[in-house]
């Protein structure tokens, strides 16, 4: 093993240490396998495993065949303390993360991407280290188009798609090019990202919300109100209550938009996660005029790439992309072609069929484990993506994430997704399922377990 191997495996190696003599890693605690930790931390399973083994030679662990990897009962008397127990009053650090919209970033296919990565830069033309096309790589945009026609029913030819840093600056991008062409107002749903009602905010467009009912926003109230210039939705899984729109309401919807003359920006930030059936196509394939599609990598990858895209109709190409600049200035070309090879190479489908499976049955064990444990509490929303709403009666949602923090558990309030002007009464949490790595999930699951005992 050479010197970074030898630094590696020194600091896993100070990490347990550390861990026990905190006491966050109590005597009796089980460990991961050593194949499941390596894959969590991105390590080879022989470093792990000799990790293992020297800190059972040392005494911090115990290796017991049959029962796996313990940390010892003699741990404590190694420290020469007991684990020092917790002073009243203070609250324990957060150990498990069941925040929403949070992929499991453990399984980033790192070996796939760092091929993906090594052929198309060894490959590239000299122009893609210039600076570029402000709409992206032409090779990425015909991949998406392709690759959005066949999973996600998209009508789209690459001259419609424009590369974005994350749907971040996808919505960011739309809001000032939309506030350019003179609208005033975007209908948004009553519960969604605050994140992106304050780019509508911050481009000077009003955000005003309409509702939302268990299939999806009512369209009766869009016709009520002063007609906005656009309404953001999400209709394949509404971020966060985890609805889909309902297909007359789709139909409806771009009915509507039709009529006015209005656009629909199309959030499908997790469209590909659907677990009872395969998933409905997105809007944009009804009507590529009025559908202004936005899409991300950050739940089918990551969302440190900061990789996006948009699909627009026609008429607007020219104006989103005059937004972005006269060249690229925030997706450098790397990501672009390793994700355009990582599509192509089929290794995007393959990562996305791997993650459908370990979210499903997470789901699964999810809804399962709560109906066994709590029967005051309802899970709601559709087998599908990465969260689902948790409603407890007798219970508000504010109290829900109090008792989390007591079992170390961070999760999140329905409220913190509410636009202030919805007039809606629902409260819960919402849980994020996909964010803990394999060896993980069961420790958040039992303490989402305890906080709603
Ligand atoms: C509703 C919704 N849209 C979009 C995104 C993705 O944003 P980005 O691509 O900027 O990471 C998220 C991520 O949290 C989300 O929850």
Redesign the pocket.
């Known amino acids: 093993m050479g010197h970074l191997g030898r630094n590696v495996r020194a600091g896993l190696m100070d990490a347990f240490r550390e861990a026990i003599r905190t006491g966050r890693l109590a005597p009796g605690t089980r460990l991961p396998s050593s194949r499941v930790l390596a894959t969590d931390l991105g390590l080879g399973r022989n470093t792990v495993v000799r990790v293992y083994s020297e800190l059972i030679s040392e005494g911090w662990l115990t290796g017991l065949h049959g029962s796996g990897t313990q940390v010892s009962q003699r741990a404590a008397e190694l420290v020469g303390e007991r684990p020092r127990p917790r002073t009243p009053g203070t609250r324990p650090e957060p150990v498990h993360d069941l925040r929403?919209?949070?992929p499991d970033l453990s399984s980033f296919p790192r070996d796939e991407w760092i091929r993906a990565v090594k052929r198309t830069v060894s490959t590239a033309p000299f122009d893609a280290f210039g600076y570029t096309d402000p709409r992206g790589r032409s090779e990425l945009r015909d991949a998406l188009a392709r690759y959005l026609a066949r999973a996600r029913g998209l009508r789209a030819r690459a001259d419609n798609v424009i590369v974005c840093?994350?749907?971040?600056?996808?919505?960011r991008l739309v809001a000032a090019a939309l506030a350019t062409a003179g609208v005033m107002t975007v209908a948004v749903e009553e519960f969604?990202?605050q994140t992106?009602r304050q780019a509508l905010v911050k481009a000077g467009i009003d955000a005003v919300p309409i509702p939302v009912d268990a299939e999806g926003v009512d369209l009766s109230r869009l016709d009520r109100a002063p007609c906005p210039g656009a309404v953001l939705l999400?209709p394949s899984h509404q971020?966060?209550l985890g609805v889909a729109l309902r297909p007359d309401r789709r139909a409806g919807i771009v009915d509507w938009a039709r009529r006015r003359g209005t656009l629909i920006v199309e959030?499908d930030?997790?469209g590909e996660f659907r677990y009872d059936r395969s998933p409905v196509g997105a809007l944009q394939g009804l009507d590529h005029d009025h559908v202004i599609y936005?899409g991300?990598?950050?739940?089918s990858l990551a969302?440190g790439l900061?990789?996006?895209w948009l699909v627009l109709p026609d008429h607007l190409v020219g104006a989103i992309a005059a937004e972005k600049g006269d060249t690229e200035e925030t997706v450098g070309f790397v990501n672009q072609l390793a994700m355009t090879d990582f599509i192509e190479s089929g290794a995007y489908d393959r990562h996305i069929r791997a993650m459908r499976s370990q979210y499903s049955r997470r789901r699964r064990q999810l809804v399962e484990t709560i109906s066994q444990h709590s029967p005051t509490a309802r899970v709601v929303g559709m087998s599908a993506g990465l969260h689902v709403v948790l409603e407890q009666s007798g219970r508000t949602g504010a109290e829900l994430v109090r008792r989390a923090a007591r079992e170390q558990l961070t999760i999140e309030p329905l409220d913190i997704f509410r636009h202030p002007g919805s007039t809606s009464d629902r409260d819960g949490v919402v849980i994020g399922f996909a964010a803990p790595s394999p060896s993980s999930w069961s420790g958040a699951l039992d303490a989402l377990v305890r906080t709603l005992r």
């Open positions: 929403a919209g949070r840093s994350g749907a971040a600056e996808g919505l969604g990202l992106q999400t971020f966060p959030d930030y997790d936005l991300t990598a950050s739940k969302p900061r990789l996006g």
